[in-house]
């Protein structure tokens, strides 16, 4: 059985645009979630600024396994979501608009 791949996702967000982001980012999860690509795991989003202070979103959520992301692409109704998205957020300092790194938990076992 596949493993879910958690992924965490930032948005580097253009000011004055983040009511716009935060609409189509309500429907994100959702929807991957609806075309069976997102685990019923409840994402976990968090707002922020960069130390510009411009504005940073952060969504961290469960893909199903690791050809999900790339299926993704496959579905227009992720385009209509994804999109906007990319024209809402910018590059800054050489980083891309948007990153999405996959990570796993690991267990830190506290020192004596």
């Known amino acids: 059985m596949p493993s879910?791949?958690?992924v965490v996702c930032l948005y580097r967000v253009r000011p004055g645009c983040e009511d716009q982001f935060a609409g189509l980012?309500?429907?994100h999860w959702?929807?991957?979630r609806e075309l069976g690509l997102a685990?019923?795991?409840r994402p976990r989003h968090y707002r922020g600024a960069e130390h510009d202070g411009r504005p940073l979103f952060v969504e961290i959520f469960e893909w199903v396994d690791g050809k999900a992301a790339d299926h993704a692409h496959q579905h227009p109704e992720?385009?209509?979501i994804w999109e906007p998205m990319d024209?809402?957020?910018e590059a800054?300092?050489?980083?891309?608009?948007m990153?999405?790194?996959h990570v796993r938990p690991i267990e830190i076992v506290p020192a004596a």
């Open 87 to 89: 024209a809402l957020t």
């Open 4 to 6: 879910a791949e958690t």
């Open 99 to 101: 990153e999405f790194p």
């Open 39 to 41: 685990t019923d795991a």
């Open 92 to 97: 800054r300092e050489g980083r891309p608009n």
């Open 30 to 32: 959702p929807t991957l």
């Open 78 to 80: 992720v385009a209509a």
């Open 25 to 27: 980012l309500a429907r």
